[in-house]
Structure formats: structure tokens, C-alpha cells
DNA sequence: TCTTTATCGAACATAGTGTTCCATAACTTA
DNA sequence: TAAGTTATGGAACACTATGTTCGATAAAGA
């Protein structure tokens, strides 16, 4: 890949990411990013497609960093051990998601991003399953799809909340919670 | 209050609810509300300010349906019967947004319409002081305004759940859902 | 009837998006 | 190092949508 490419592109991200600090992504505007990116108007469009390609792209990559990069080298993918490994994980991805607080804070408050939300709800899906909770929703008694979802939602909406009361609890505390409230 | 102004508010937001069952949101243009209401653009601006109040306006007006009309009428804002009382009430929610399953669609869907959720949060948050539910928060181990938080939106949730699978589920059946994951 | 006022319609300013074109500069490869 | 390729810059452009202004007209209320 050119030089010119890769410096542009990771002018754009980080101008993107910037701004996204500032303020919230349905404000943000083309002139702005192309202006703190110091690029010209065509360049951008030759990048990416649209704004929302760019936000699309950005949510992607934060996704699999919190994902990919830190979830699996964990644990390795054994959740054989129930709920504890399981919540050392999820402990492990509100860590994650504080030290780079800056980042995630507007994306989470993105009216756009629920793509975001919706690619934590696959992966977390496939963590459910091999938590085995969908025996759960059996005991339950609520089918597996609503069993899904409720705890999807739960789990994100703990996180949504832990960012808005300023990140002041413990990791390990709102896990504790999400656990206390679904278990 | 000029029967003119009646006639052209009334043709508006009927107009916009029309647009609203047809599009979402943010695809639909004060072009397209003032060709179907058949008035001028400087008479819309005359009523709403920008195309959000309109919004706003409807979301306030959906909400007080919701809430203030069949609610209060109901129970009498008695629920002090426990958690059998508020199942009625929330049963009997879920048949008015059912009933009119075509204007809620879009407002749950529509991303600028977290406004409504916002009524309805704060709504509900009275409703689970009634029911003592916040001790209930004592008796799991975590904090009440978590506790609030993550009850408000497991509702918000199951119904959002349950217009995406096309109301399938019987209203009763999701309340009992509701009940059995928040229990 | 007389006065008030809501509406119409067209034109306007503003702001943002995404496109096009070409000269120029930077890069790759041979 | 030279030749050829390709990314960039910058300006101009078309387009869409928002919200404003203003004077003429028609409908309402007193």
C-alpha cells in the first residue's frame, strides 16, 4: 500500500476520533474532519465512501479491539468454566473500555452507532451460547430469542449507565451487578 | 383559536403520522409533510419551528396517550396490590401499543425518538416506587439508581424485542416474560 | 362591516453532501 | 536515476434540505 495512502488514512482516523471526543457524530461534518485532517475535500472521498462508511469503519475496528484483541487472548475461548471465567471476561472488557474512555464515550452516545451495539450483541450471542444460558431461558421459562436479547440488552445497558454515572464503580463491581440482577 | 390554524395543525401532525407509518424519521422531508398536508412552507414554520418539534410534539402527545389516557384510567394509580396490579397495567400497555401497532413502529425505531423512551423512563421509574421494587434492589445487593436503570429498559427492551418478531408473542405471554427475567 | 391574522407562494440565504477535473507532487519499479 | 503510475490538492459544481422573509390574499372573529 502507497505511503500517501496509509498517511492518510490514519490522518482521517485519528482527525475522526478527535472530533468524536468533541462532539457527537451527527455534528460532526466533512469540512471538519478533511480541515483537522489537512486533506483535501476529494482525498477524503476517495478514502471512504461517506461520513457514515468512515463511522461504520471506526466502529469495526473498536469493535474487534475489544473483541479480538483482548476477549480471546484472555481466555482462549474456554468458558468451560461457567460464570467465573465468563466474568473475568467481561470484567476484563470494562477495563478495556475505561482506560480508552475517551474513545468509546461518544460512541456509545452515537445515535448512529447502534451498529456498535449490534456487533457486540452477535459476539456476546455466541458468548451466551457457550455460557450455556440458553438452557437457562428454558428454566426460565421465556423463549431463547427474548432470553437473548434481555440479556444483550442488559449487559449493554449496564455498561450505558456505568458511562453516564462517570465510570465512578469498579469493574469487578458492575459485573457483580449485571450478575446479581440476570443470574 | 382560529379554526384555520386547528384545520392546518391537524393536518400536519396527520400527515406526519401518515409519512411516519410509511418511512422513518430521518428519511422523511418538511417537503414531503407540507405536499401531503397541502400547505404552504411558511405555515408549517409558522406552527412547528424545526421538523424536531414536530417530533417532539408527537412523541408528547403518543406518550400522554399511552401513559395518562389508559393508565391512570385503569388502575387509579393504585398498585399497591403488588406485582399482580402492575401486570395488568403493563398487559394493558402492551394491547394500546398493539392496537395502534403502526404509529408506535417508527417511533421505536426512529433514532431521534429516544425522547420517547425518555417519558417513559421517567414514568416508569414512579411506577417501581409504587410497586416497593426499589427494595427489592436492597434485597439483590445493588444500587437502586442501576437497579432503576436496568428495570426501565428490560421493559423498554421486551417490547422493542417484540415488536421486531410482528407482535406475535400475546401481550399477557410478555409481561409473564418480563416478570420471569426481571423476577 | 371592519379589523385582525393565518395562509400562500415564491424567492432567498445558508449549509452540508458528494462529484468532477486536472495540474502537481509523491511514490514505485525497473 | 529515469519513466511511469497513482494519490493528492483545490476549486468549481450540482444537488438536497433547512429555515426565513415578505407582500398579496382570503378567511376568521368582533
Redesign the interface.
Known amino acids: 500500500m502507497d505511503r500517501r495512502q496509509q498517511k492518510t488514512r490514519a490522518a482521517v482516523l485519528s482527525a475522526f476520533e478527535a472530533l468524536l471526543a468533541e462532539k457527537r457524530y451527527e455534528q460532526i461534518t466533512v469540512q471538519d474532519i478533511i480541515d483537522r485532517a489537512d486533506i483535501g475535500r476529494s482525498t477524503f472521498y476517495a478514502h471512504f465512501e461517506t461520513k457514515d462508511s468512515l463511522l461504520d469503519y471506526t466502529c469495526r475496528k473498536l469493535f474487534a479491539h475489544v473483541f479480538d484483541d483482548h476477549l480471546s487472548s484472555e481466555t482462549s475461548h474456554d468458558f468451560s468454566g461457567g460464570e467465573r471465567t465468563a466474568d473475568r471476561m467481561l470484567t476484563h472488557i470494562l477495563y478495556h473500555l475505561r482506560d480508552d474512555r475517551k474513545r468509546y464515550t461518544r460512541i456509545f452516545s452515537c ?2 452507532a ?1 451498529l456498535f451495539w449490534r456487533y457486540f450483541q452477535t459476539q456476546f450471542g455466541s458468548l451466551i451460547r457457550k455460557e450455556g444460558l440458553l438452557e437457562k431461558s428454558r428454566e ?4 431463547e ?3 437473548l ?2 440479556y444483550c ?2 449487559y449493554m ?2 455498561v450505558k ?1 456505568w458511562f453516564e ?1 462517570g465510570l465512578t ?1 469498579p469493574p469487578e463491581d458492575l459485573t ?2 449485571f450478575r ?3 443470574g
Open positions: 445515535e448512529s447502534d426460565k421459562g421465556v423463549p430469542e427474548y432470553y436479547h434481555f440488552s442488559a445497558e449496564s449507565w454515572t464503580v457483580l451487578y446479581r440482577v440476570t
